[in-house]
């Protein structure tokens, strides 16, 4: 009777500025059911590949980055691929922000959403967040 095994894809937590390249996406593999001291390299076949629903368009916020691209080869076992629960938001977009002006304390973030215009967030952090304003960018199609 073939043993249940379990592979989860765990995804590296990664971080990407709106508007920028995507950060590189990685994990690692685990396995929950080997027996007789097999390895998961053992048992599987092919490479580990990681992806996310997310572009480089997308607006600030938490994205999934997904494993796959193992198949079992032995016998021995009934395989289960699963992702573990942190892939879910695994990716962080973070709004760009650029500032201008003399004392680089005219700030905005980069964003798709359109957050109404300026916030004066109470808070001093010397110059470059004073007056944080919240600007609307739009993309066609991407």
């Known amino acids: 009777t073939p043993a249940p095994l379990t592979i989860t894809y765990t995804a590296t937590p990664a971080t990407s500025i709106y508007g920028a390249a995507l950060a590189p996406l990685a994990g690692s593999e685990s396995a929950a059911g080997l027996v007789n001291g097999q390895t998961l390299a053992q048992v599987t076949s092919g490479t580990a590949t990681w992806s996310t629903t997310a572009t480089s368009a997308s607006v600030a916020g938490s ?54 215009g300026d916030h004066d967030h109470g808070h001093d952090h010397h110059g470059a967040l004073d007056d944080l304003e919240l600007s609307a960018h739009t993309h066609d199609g991407d």
Do not use: K, R, V
Request: net charge negative.
């Open 63 to 116: 994205y999934p980055i997904t494993g796959s691209g193992l198949t079992g080869i032995s016998h021995n076992y009934t395989y289960g691929f699963i992702q573990a629960p942190g892939n879910a938001t695994a990716l962080t977009i973070t709004p760009q922000i650029s500032c201008t002006g003399d004392d680089g304390d005219d700030c905005h973030h980069g964003n798709d959403h359109d957050h109404g």
